[in-house]
């Protein structure tokens, strides 16, 4: 039986390429610190993101899902974030519906030039997602490997 | 199934003082797809990439994971690396174990745990590559240049040199920009106008370039190679194939009410007007809103004397489409506003100016045809005091929080003019630090002091009181420790300078991106200082963050280096991670084809074959050429027909499985 | 209890808020300041002295008396390091000592002229004493 370790949240960050996966970079090469519950998968821009993806982040076991784009206007593609964000409305209003708690889903807008925000913002969310714990409720037993 | 091979580097001590590398190479070999697994020092030296290369032959690599730094450090180089070895260069995924893990992340437990986890992402992703191949575009063999100051014509004449074609587009009436507003320039003391004038007549007369003086740019579309902009050709009211440049239609003009912004407001100027003697195009403009013409329909009166017909009240507003491959922003700064400065009565005191106030004050082509005098009562000042860091280095929110940089400087230079013109009239300077960083810079603002007289005092001015005609000024003297007030006949503000108001504007047409204070941002600060993020802009100028005429021609020459070397390309590789849509799943719906921000998805009717039928369908077509790869349309697709190559979406969930498990 | 001056400078630091770190040595609260000439030490060298720790001669300066507390400094520093704030607290710390309030009650008849408003004498004990 292996040893159960305090329960540490496990948080999926969707970042766009040419805005906030390089605002990560910049928090990085600023030594910032944040969380290493935060995992970050790089996407060519927000609007990529399907809200398929966060709902089978939080199926497998996610506890919080933060997707990150530019600033609404500075979109690397012009309106890729426009979409993105009427995605992510339509999303939080669905999951509300459904009774998942609104605190496990973000969208935050950060620009490249932003590596103490995007460190703000991850610190705020991992402390966010500890007070509301463990992802009971779309969680699928079926994926939890409890050989982790 | 791949054969992947999974290399882990220390970056010296960057990553390995904080993940356990041999232990991230341990988790891994394990993982599905992984042949061989190793850790090295530097993988990006030649070193490590030989390592790669070897492994590739030894083990039968399909393709490799990196664990290192940012991909967008080194993914160009691990790709190349591929290519070298014989594999495609998309067979190969970036774990980014630096950035975003050991210089983040303090606990060498957590750090390594995360490390193993972005790792087993990449591999994950990895199996699910395929080869892709990326397409290639045309180049228009021409530039734009936004802006037409110093910065502007030297890039375009460097272009135009090289045998390209450029445009020139400037939203004032002539080109020259604020350097044609200056008398001397430092640290020689050259004439402004002397050195600035031939560029301007080359740059009119280069046969490579045209320039669209009085225009703006209204809209940019497409992408680094093939853009289409639409230049507004704003009415001058007047014909420029007609008009000879007589002046006579300025002379004569009633209206005298308007205030001359070459000038900097300090004399007013007629409706119709030149804005300096030597502007080019050598055309005067009407400035409709002063004109009584457009006012009331009276007058007329430069229509009547022009001698060649040449005013054309009806002209209107023209919109000229054109087609470039690169594109250069040149749009130079302006002072700040003092209105959040109150201490300085600058509103308050005619003879509280701004520097570049004064130094058309002292211009022998400016309103008081060089002689200097106080602007009240045009007497000749006796005591002068230059304030320095006027909205610089202010944190407090009234000004900017950079550093101007070339005010230092110029403040040299304007109190060595008016020692050496009016050896009678005493010079004070008061100044927080003295910057001179450049080439005989130092040397330049020591003449001013042991030379010339002039008395520089380090402590700030806390206030400027008009008194009895005069201005007193009371100022902390740091040295002497006692605060002194002088009596002055005209105060000298050196004001902050900050980036032109279209910058913004234009930096959203071109998706190019600012920073907080509307400078434009560079692609790296230290490695690439000309060239946006955005591919196929570049950056020229002051534009891109304060600096002098020196530095501005070098960067100029630099941003025309950059577009020369992408506009002698033959043809542009493009995108390899486009979208694609798979046609027996495409049911027709035109939800990807609207989503689209580059127009690069049509509809096309195509024989599809599907479980043995064959039949005419409405699929979509993706134009590889156009398409930029950002993927909106993968998601509005309701069929899951759309995917975008090398972010495929079994990609992307085999991440998050990966993450997650 | 004897403080160390290093103490009693972060406790100066504490009490007003001030980051004095920030200042940047321009000298313009001193060119703002109405009262530089009847000071002993002036806003420039306090916010420079407090970030030394050099807390003894501030306590004793007439400086902390004759700042008018008009906040000038405050208003025309371009970093927001606010001396007067400075200034205010190391008064506190000199004030709020056993018996050392700067202005007693039996004093007043005596500073008293006709054109002194009740709002000099109000302010004046809300300054000068605990």
Request: aromatic letters at 6%; proline letters at 4%; hydrophobic letters at 40%.
């Amino acid at each position: 039986m292996p040893i159960e370790r305090e329960w540490e949240p496990l948080i999926v960050a969707f970042c766009c390429n040419w805005c906030s996966y390089a605002g990560a970079d910049l928090a990085g090469t600023s030594r910032l610190n944040y969380p290493a519950n935060v995992k970050i998968i790089r996407v060519p821009c927000s609007c990529r993101v399907n809200p398929l993806f966060i709902l089978r982040a939080f199926q497998r076991g996610a506890d919080g899902v933060i997707m990150a784009g530019c600033h609404p206007g500075d979109c690397h593609y012009t309106s890729g974030n426009y979409y993105a964000r009427r995605r992510m409305t339509l999303l939080f209003s669905m999951l509300d519906y459904m009774g998942i708690e609104s605190g496990r889903t973000r969208v935050e807008w950060i620009s490249a030039a932003e590596g103490g925000k995007f460190a703000a913002v991850m610190n705020e969310f991992a402390g966010a997602i500890h007070e509301l714990g463990e992802n009971r409720r779309l969680g699928d037993i079926r994926c939890k490997n409890y050989q982790k | 199934m791949q054969r992947i091979g999974v290399f882990v580097c220390w970056c010296g001590s960057n990553i390995a003082a904080t993940v356990d590398v041999a232990a991230v190479v341990e988790a891994v070999r394990g993982e599905p797809g992984v042949v061989c697994a190793a850790d090295y020092q530097y993988m990006c030296s030649e070193g490590g990439q030989s390592a790669i290369r070897k492994a590739i032959e030894e083990y039968g690599l399909s393709g490799f994971v990196v664990c290192s730094c940012s991909p967008r450090m080194h993914e160009a180089t691990f790709r190349k690396t591929a290519a070298k070895a014989g594999l495609n260069p998309y067979m190969v995924e970036i774990a980014n174990i630096r950035e975003q893990c050991s210089w983040i992340h303090k606990d060498r437990q957590y750090a390594t745990e995360k490390a193993i986890i972005l790792t087993r992402a990449a591999v994950a992703k990895l199996n699910l590559n395929t080869p892709l191949v990326a397409g290639e575009s045309d180049v228009i063999k021409r530039a734009l240049v936004i802006g037409g100051g110093i910065a502007g014509i030297q890039t375009a004449l460097d272009i135009a040199d090289a045998g390209y074609e450029v445009d020139i587009v400037e939203k004032s009436p002539t080109i020259g920009g604020k350097m044609a507003m200056l008398d001397k320039t430092f640290p020689t003391l050259d004439c402004a106008a002397c050195i600035l004038t031939p560029k301007m007549v080359d740059a009119a007369s280069h046969d490579n370039i045209k320039l669209y003086t009085y225009s703006e740019v209204d809209e940019v579309s497409g992408f680094v190679g093939n853009f289409t902009v639409k230049i507004k050709q704003k009415a001058r009211s007047v014909n420029k194939d007609l008009c000879t440049g007589c002046g006579v239609c300025a002379e004569k003009c009633p209206s005298k009410k308007a205030r001359s912004e070459f000038d900097q407001g300090l004399r007013n100027r007629g409706a119709i007007y030149i804005p300096f003697a030597q502007a080019i195009p050598n055309v005067p403009v009407i400035d409709r809103d002063a004109c009584i013409h457009f006012k009331t329909g009276k007058c007329g009166l430069c229509a009547k004397v022009c001698g060649a017909g040449a005013v054309d009240f009806g002209q209107r507003d023209e919109i000229v489409t054109r087609q470039y491959g690169a594109i250069v922003v040149a749009t130079g700064f302006r002072p700040i506003a003092l209105d959040r400065l109150g201490e300085y009565q600058y509103a308050q005191c005619a003879d509280v100016v701004t520097s570049l106030e004064f130094e058309r004050l002292c211009n022998a082509a400016g309103p008081t045809k060089g002689k200097l005098v106080r602007p009240s009562n045009h007497e000749h000042p006796k005591t002068i005091v230059f304030v320095q860091c006027v909205g610089s280095r202010d944190t407090s929110g009234c000004g900017k929080e950079y550093c101007s940089k070339i005010c230092c400087m110029y403040t040299a230079k304007h109190a060595m003019l008016v020692r050496e013109k009016y050896p009678d009239t005493q010079v004070y300077v008061l100044y927080i630090d003295v910057r001179t960083p450049g080439k005989n810079f130092d040397e330049f603002y020591r003449r001013a002091v042991e030379e010339y007289g002039v008395h520089y005092i380090k402590g700030m001015v806390g206030k400027v009181a008009e008194k009895n005609g005069r201005l007193s000024v009371q100022a902390s003297d740091l040295i002497a420790n006692t605060q002194m007030t002088l009596e002055a006949d005209m105060v000298v503000l050196a004001a902050a300078i900050e980036p032109d108001p279209t910058a913004r504007s234009i930096g959203t047409m071109l998706t190019a991106s600012m920073d907080t204070n509307d400078f434009f941002t560079e692609a790296h600060p230290k490695l690439r200082p000309v060239e946006s993020p955005t591919a196929g802009v570049f950056l020229s100028g002051v534009c891109q963050g304060p600096k002098d005429i020196p530095e501005t021609v070098a960067q100029a020459g630099a941003a025309a280096s950059k577009v020369i070397g992408l506009l002698s390309k033959e043809k542009l590789v493009g995108n390899a991670c486009v979208a694609g849509s798979g046609e027996t799943l495409c049911n027709g719906c035109s939800a990807c084809e609207n989503v689209c921000p580059y127009g690069a998805i049509e509809y096309v009717i195509r024989e599809v074959s599907d479980h043995g039928k064959r039949e005419l369908r409405r699929v979509a077509q993706v134009n590889e050429a156009i398409c930029q790869g950002c993927g909106a349309c993968t998601v509005a697709c309701p069929s899951g027909a759309m995917d975008l190559k090398g972010f495929t979406n079994l990609q992307i969930l085999a991440e998050v499985d990966a993450i997650c498990r | 209890m004897q403080v160390s001056e290093r103490e009693m400078a972060k406790s100066i630091l504490r009490i007003s808020g001030v980051d004095t770190k920030k200042c940047m040595k321009c000298g313009k609260c001193s060119g703002a300041c109405p009262a530089f000439g009847s000071m002993d030490i002036h806003p420039h060298q306090f916010v420079s002295m407090v970030e030394e720790g050099n807390i003894g001669a501030l306590l004793e300066s007439k400086s902390l008396w004759n700042c008018l507390s008009c906040f000038a400094c405050v208003e025309r520093c371009p970093r927001n390091v606010e001396p007067a704030r400075l200034i205010e607290a190391v008064r506190l710390t000199v004030i709020r000592r056993q018996g050392a309030n700067h202005l007693k009650p039996e004093e007043i008849p005596g500073l008293l002229d006709a054109d002194l408003p009740q709002q000099a004498i109000a302010s004046a004990f809300r300054k000068y004493s605990k």
